[in-house]
């Protein structure tokens, strides 16, 4: 709710201003603002998003935004008893003595139809049996002839009153409230493609080389056959996909945003969307958006666009835009801050660069967690440090979990939150800052590679496994329903098939936060040895992105609690895991030492005293939570997998109290 009322009071705001400083008003159209969500449709590695899931959730959102009209137009029914109109809504409200009443009551009529309709489909398919609306279009047809009658008639008072904030919520949310993200793995959909070329006798897709699928898609995508037949859905191993993709040719397309391909890797990963899409008779396609997650898969995300774009008919499907979708939690668990974070960097530049040649528009869609270790930095920080040239008046980034009630959850809070995108993105792309000079960058890919090695080599330590598992809570936190994924892509017990984000919440629990820090003072120890210190600390006061780099890591060294790792340790983990416990307060030494040299401070956070009072507050709170997960988590253990609902419940309360004090970080 508080997005649905904050949107047109944002952009009564926005055009206040555009007023004073412009002298101009926005277009009744003019929508800075696009809502999305994959809520149902985000089935990377979770069984439980199935197509039936996502068309009901289509269906909830369509139901839910009705409601919210519905309220609005009475609303407005309520309010526009005047009776002087223009001759086109005259000839639409016939002899009515109360015309605008008149067109209000008729689209009223038409939103309960389409209410109930909606509700009907959130429990089975259901065609409609009265006049509903499908589109947003048809919905502000009406509406528009109502507020250019008042314009006409002198009545711009009530025109640009609620009448407009329903014109404008209407260009924000539609028809289905939000745009539903479907979001897959690359390994499912060449299943999929595996099974229709082995039914159609053309072999098995997934032993083809990567040139061989490219041939077979391209080939697709030029002169399509049909590709799916009765007896695919007779396969149980690529039912969900096969379904997925049908229940997408069947929704309202008003309701899908995007596709985005988890893991992907080389261009076949785009081109197979691309025609399965087809292969299910989807005209309109979904945009295609790869998912460059981790950092190989960063260094190749050039390469492969070049390679997309040398091709016709995929430059011809895509109508000059790509989207593309920069992964911040893997690349950051695999490598470490630094090296992920000039990956990302790195990769943006060399993008921008071949669409520039390609002359296609590019989006970058961020997919930051919100915590550091997952790229959530502050938002004006992080738009600010963006490379040169890739804002482009336009930024797509992710909001999840608490961040959303953070953010979101009071309307006075929303209105900040847009205001901070809105003027963030517009400075980045009319204002961007300067490239990096050379020397700076090839001092970073130094950086970068030292501190990725410093940190695979930790996390690589025969008991650093074994030290994670049980001085963190991350074992039980496989079994608390606090994700909306399975914790891993596969059931090994290893690092690699760990998802980022119970990495990451697991070592903010016991207050190490290790993966925000790990590598960071090895890299800048290296750097002052190799007598370039002064350099680095001039690339701090001259660069944004390694200035906020460098400002994140410092707020997360100062939420660091030593002694309360340490007591996890002591209390949770065997006896001969302290010296590799010791190791890793000493190396956070090594780093709170380092990051200080650079910043020229005495203490973290000497030059940010509010965000400084502010975790010196939360702190007395966090101590009594973090002691009660420890003795929680050692009952739990003692118990052997069969703990009583009480520690569960338990548990979940010091998990999520722990969260939210840690907030960025948590």
Not at 119 to 127: D, K, L, P, Y
Request: overall charge neutral.
């Amino acid at each position: 709710g508080s997005l649905w009322h904050a949107v047109p009071m944002f952009m009564r705001d926005l055009d206040r201003v555009v007023q004073t400083e412009l002298n101009q008003q926005l277009p009744l159209d003019f929508m800075p603002l696009k809502i999305d969500s994959w809520l149902g449709g985000d089935r990377d590695g979770n069984p439980n998003v199935t197509p039936e899931v996502t068309r009901r959730v289509t269906f909830m959102a369509r139901w839910v935004v009705v409601d919210l009209l519905l309220a609005e137009i009475k609303k407005l029914r309520d309010s526009l008893s005047m009776q002087p109109c223009n001759a086109k809504l005259r000839a639409a409200a016939g002899d009515a003595k109360e015309p605008y009443r008149f067109m209000l009551k008729q689209i009223y009529k038409r939103l309960k139809a389409t209410r109930t309709w909606a509700r009907e489909n959130f429990t089975q398919a259901t065609q409609p049996t009265e006049s509903i609306y499908f589109t947003t279009q048809e919905l502000l047809e009406p509406l528009m002839l109502c507020y250019d009658s008042l314009v006409e008639c002198k009545a711009q008072i009530l025109a640009n009153g609620r009448l407009l904030d329903v014109i404008r919520q209407l260009h924000c949310f539609g028809m289905s409230l939000v745009r539903t993200d479907i979001r897959q793995e690359a390994s499912k959909h060449t299943e999929l493609l595996a099974a229709i070329t082995q039914q159609q006798a053309l072999g098995d897709y997934a032993q083809w080389t990567e040139a061989e699928r490219q041939q077979f898609l391209i080939a697709e995508l030029e002169k399509p056959r049909q590709l799916i037949s009765a007896a695919m859905y007779n396969i149980p191993e690529i039912q969900d996909t096969l379904q997925t993709f049908k229940s997408i040719s069947e929704l309202q397309r008003d309701c899908l945003g995007t596709y985005i391909i988890s893991m992907a890797s080389c261009p076949s990963d785009v081109l197979a969307v691309l025609v399965l899409q087809r292969a299910f008779g989807i005209k309109n396609f979904l945009p295609v958006v790869p998912l460059f997650e981790t950092q190989q898969a960063l260094l190749q995300a050039a390469e492969i666009l070049q390679a997309l774009f040398n091709i016709d008919i995929y430059r011809k499907l895509i109508d000059n835009y790509q989207q593309v979708m920069i992964g911040y939690s893997d690349s950051a668990k695999d490598v470490g801050m630094i090296a992920a974070s000039w990956a990302q960097y790195c990769a943006q530049e060399a993008m921008l660069a071949v669409a520039n040649k390609f002359a296609i528009k590019l989006i970058y869609f961020h997919g930051r967690g919100g915590s550091l270790g997952r790229g959530g930095w502050p938002t004006h920080e992080a738009i600010l440090s963006q490379p040169p040239g890739t804002v482009q008046g336009v930024m797509r980034v992710t909001q999840q979990g608490e961040v959303i009630q953070n953010r979101f959850g009071l309307r006075c809070i929303a209105l900040r939150t847009f205001a901070v995108y809105l003027t963030s993105t517009l400075v980045a792309s009319l204002l961007p800052p300067e490239a990096p000079k050379l020397e700076w960058r090839e001092l970073l890919n130094e950086l970068s590679t030292v501190s990725a090695a410093d940190y695979k080599q930790l996390v690589a330590a025969p008991a650093f496994l074994s030290y994670f598992q049980t001085a963190t809570p991350t074992q039980e936190l496989k079994k608390l329903a606090i994700g909306s994924r399975p914790d891993s892509r596969t059931n090994n017990n290893n690092l690699t098939k760990l998802r980022a984000i119970p990495w990451v919440f697991a070592w903010t629990q016991n207050r190490l936060l290790l993966p925000s820090w790990a590598g960071v003072g090895t890299a800048l120890e290296y750097a002052y040895s190799s007598g370039r210190g002064a350099q680095v600390e001039t690339m701090r006061q001259q660069w944004p992105f390694f200035h906020t780099m460098l400002s994140m890591c410092e707020m997360v060294l100062a939420k660091v609690d030593i002694n309360v790792s340490k007591h996890y340790e002591q209390q949770l983990a065997a006896a001969d895991l302290a010296t590799l416990g010791d190791a890793l307060r000493q190396q956070f030494a090594v780093t709170q030492k380092i990051v200080l040299q650079v910043l020229g401070q005495s203490r973290l956070l000497e030059h940010n005293s509010v965000l400084d009072r502010s975790i010196q507050l939360r702190n007395p709170y966090l101590l009594p939570l973090h002691l009660l997960q420890v003795e929680l988590l050692s009952r739990a253990r003692a118990m052997e997998g069969s703990a009583d609902e009480e520690v569960i419940a338990a548990l979940l309360v010091s998990i999520a109290g722990i969260a939210a004090g840690m907030r960025n970080t948590g």
